[in-house]
């Protein structure tokens, strides 16, 4: 399979996944937030900023390593969008956050495939993929209480077996979570 077969339908997910991911972050955090988004700057934190939210992003330090720079924001949210799966430690993340309010999103571990693994990236491969109580949990060690919870699917274009199971198993989930007191 070349990967200019494969490319109009990523970006035709990809879309998607953003379009899910800003409508629920829209229901709860309003611009002009300001919002500490864990990760580099990419696609989705243009649009948000396009959208009117003041941004602040941990541009890509390796938060394994060191949360120095978490403690610094002062954020109204954080979020995290695609970004746990990436670390060794992630409960070391959700413990440094500042802000109140959380909203991440993960993708979702499927039975039907392996972690996401890119030999050509150490950076762009899951350590984690998460079942959604694993990440619950994960969360509420963290100390963070879930609000909400959305799960959506990642159909594609593509024949096979796995691109039919996708069209109803759901691959991405989303929560909003608040700080415990």
């Not at 002009?32 to 649009?47: K, M, V, W």
Request: glycine letters at 4%.
């Amino acid at each position: 399979m070349g990967g200019t077969l494969l490319q109009p339908d990523n970006q035709l997910s990809k879309k998607r996944r953003y379009q899910k991911t800003l409508a629920f972050l829209n229901e709860s955090i309003n611009p002009p937030a300001h919002i500490l988004d864990i990760g580099t700057p990419n696609a989705l934190s243009e649009e948000m900023r396009q959208k009117g939210y003041k941004i602040t992003s941990t541009n890509g330090e390796d938060l394994d390593e060191t949360t120095d720079y978490i403690h610094t924001v002062s954020a109204d949210c954080t979020t995290a969008f695609e970004i746990f799966e990436h670390l060794l430690n992630p409960l070391g993340v959700l413990k440094a956050i500042r802000s109140e309010k959380l909203v991440a999103s993960i993708p979702l571990a499927l039975w039907f495939a392996k972690a996401y693994r890119n030999k050509n990236d150490r950076w762009d491969q899951h350590f984690h993929e998460f079942e959604d109580w694993q990440f619950d949990w994960l969360l509420e060690k963290g100390g963070w209480e879930i609000i909400r919870r959305e799960k959506w699917t990642s159909p594609t274009k593509i024949n096979g077996i796995r691109p039919v199971l996708r069209l109803f198993t759901p691959r991405y989930y989303i929560v909003e979570a608040r700080r415990k007191k």
